[in-house]
């Protein structure tokens, strides 16, 4: 299995401002993805972060607005972008095992 | 859109075996079943995944169906803590640059 955590666990940010979420994983894994989960509903993929190249985006789902970057094979980050209120989520991000994902503990956005 | 239709809540005894199923009539030759979970205001935690053979580790069994369109996961001695929104995945190992999608899940009730 893999330890997951995130920085920050919660954030209040203003609108128009821009919020970078870290992702650490406790040991190199090859497959990383990000979620949102807005109020009351199930996950949503934002992303796969592949380490050495560029994210692969889900329909609905911009690199302007959602910049992830990988340095390395345990570590990425998800920007959230000229924020506005409809961003407010909790944002997961996964790290892939060989057979299964192992989730982090959320990062609670509030844009006001 | 989701591949799966899971029921959206139901209840259980505590003590009693808690049975979720899970219909997945597309699934693919090369798509696994998985099983998560997600407990209040925490990130999912992985439960078992199958592909077509029944699974049991310490947590739960996977029920699959010869044909492999539906499967059900056991619980066999539900607790208070089992409450949680379960959710029944298809989709290709993590390994495989496969990405897993979350449809609306179970919520299931343990009550005393």
């Known amino acids: 299995s893999a330890v997951i955590s995130q920085k920050p666990s919660r954030d209040i940010c203003q609108r128009g401002t821009s919020l970078t979420i870290q992702c650490q994983v406790d040991?190199?894994?090859?497959?990383m993805f990000w979620y949102r989960q807005q109020p009351g509903q199930s996950l949503t993929l934002i992303a796969t972060a592949n380490q050495g190249s560029e994210a692969t985006y889900e329909s609905g789902f911009v690199i302007d607005k959602f910049p992830i970057s990988r340095p390395n094979l345990t570590f990425s980050t998800l920007t959230v972008s000229n924020m506005s209120p409809e961003d407010s989520s909790i944002y997961l991000c996964?790290?892939?095992?060989?057979?299964?994902?192992?989730f982090g503990p959320g990062t609670r956005l509030t844009v006001t | 859109d989701a591949k799966t239709t899971q029921p959206p809540s139901m209840d259980c005894a505590e003590g009693r075996a808690a049975n979720l199923p899970c219909n997945h009539s597309t699934i693919s030759g090369n798509e696994y079943v998985y099983w998560y979970r997600q407990i209040h205001s925490q990130g999912p935690q992985y439960i078992i995944h199958g592909l077509k053979n029944n699974e049991t580790n310490e947590m739960a069994s996977l029920i699959i169906t010869e044909d492999r369109k539906s499967s059900t996961l056991i619980l066999p001695h539900a607790t208070l803590r089992d409450t949680a929104v379960y959710y029944c995945?298809?989709?290709?190992?993590?390994?495989?640059?496969?990405?897993?999608?979350f449809g609306q899940g179970t919520t299931l009730q343990v009550k005393p």
């Open positions: 040991s190199q894994v090859t497959m």
């Open positions: 995945i298809v989709g290709r190992p993590a390994s495989n640059t496969g990405k897993l999608i």
């Open positions: 996964s790290a892939g095992g060989p057979y299964e994902q192992y």
